[in-house]
């Protein structure tokens, strides 16, 4: 085998090993893929119980309700769909009812949701990017003066 041949072969071998190492990182993160589902995701996807993934939306006007200590409840819904979510723990200063959220944890077999993570927008006129656009794909207006079903304000 001459010197011409073993750097082709080389150089084969290792695109080769990189494109199979490339294939292999997305078979496994091809569920991380996705930064959150939407509560109308949630219904059409079946997604299963005890699953981890994210969920965003808008926070349900008159859903929140507070418990014991840190416990809260409220709904997150995309005005299509509404998923119940409990959490326990502090939230942010900037939570409300009508205004973007993403919540991080896993789905109960009843289809509640059970966050150990909630994240809120920064000020008033923010929303997390991936939720404005999955709002937009589900026909929600956004933006000053945008009327939502419900009563539910940006």
Same mark, same amino acid.
């Given at each position: 085998?001459?010197?011409?041949?073993?750097?082709?072969?080389?150089?084969?071998?290792?695109?080769?090993?990189?494109?199979?190492?490339?294939?292999?990182?997305?078979?496994?993160?091809?569920?991380?893929?996705?930064?959150?589902?939407?509560?109308?995701?949630?219904?059409?996807?079946?997604?299963?119980?005890?699953?981890?993934?994210?969920?965003?939306?808008?926070?349900? $006007? +008159?859903? %929140?309700?507070? /418990?014991?200590?840190?416990?809260?409840?409220?709904? !997150?819904? &995309? =005005?299509?769909?509404?998923?119940?979510?409990?959490?326990?723990?502090?939230?942010?200063?900037?939570?409300?009812?009508? $205004? +973007?959220? %993403?919540?991080? /944890?896993?789905?109960?077999?009843?289809?509640?949701? !059970?966050? &150990? =993570?909630?994240?809120?927008?920064?000020?008033?006129?923010?929303?997390?990017?991936?939720?404005?656009?999955?709002?937009?794909?589900?026909? %929600?207006?956004? /933006?000053?003066?945008?009327?939502?079903?419900?009563?539910?304000?940006?």
């Amino acid at each position: 085998m001459t010197r011409k041949q073993r750097r082709g072969l080389l150089i084969g071998l290792g695109v080769g090993v990189l494109s199979l190492a490339a294939i292999l990182m997305m078979f496994a993160f091809r569920q991380a893929i996705v930064f959150f589902h939407t509560p109308s995701d949630v219904a059409e996807h079946k997604i299963a119980p005890g699953a981890r993934f994210r969920l965003g939306g808008l926070v349900e $006007q +008159g859903s %929140v309700v507070r /418990g014991d200590g840190t416990k809260v409840a409220f709904t !997150v819904t &995309d =005005t299509l769909q509404k998923v119940p979510v409990s959490y326990e723990g502090i939230l942010p200063d900037l939570f409300r009812e009508g $205004q +973007g959220v %993403v919540a991080e /944890g896993t789905l109960s077999p009843d289809g509640h949701f !059970v966050a &150990d =993570t909630v994240l809120a927008k920064h000020d008033e006129t923010y929303m997390p990017p991936e939720v404005a656009k999955a709002l937009k794909e589900k026909g %929600v207006k956004l /933006g000053e003066g945008a009327e939502h079903p419900e009563g539910m304000t940006q």
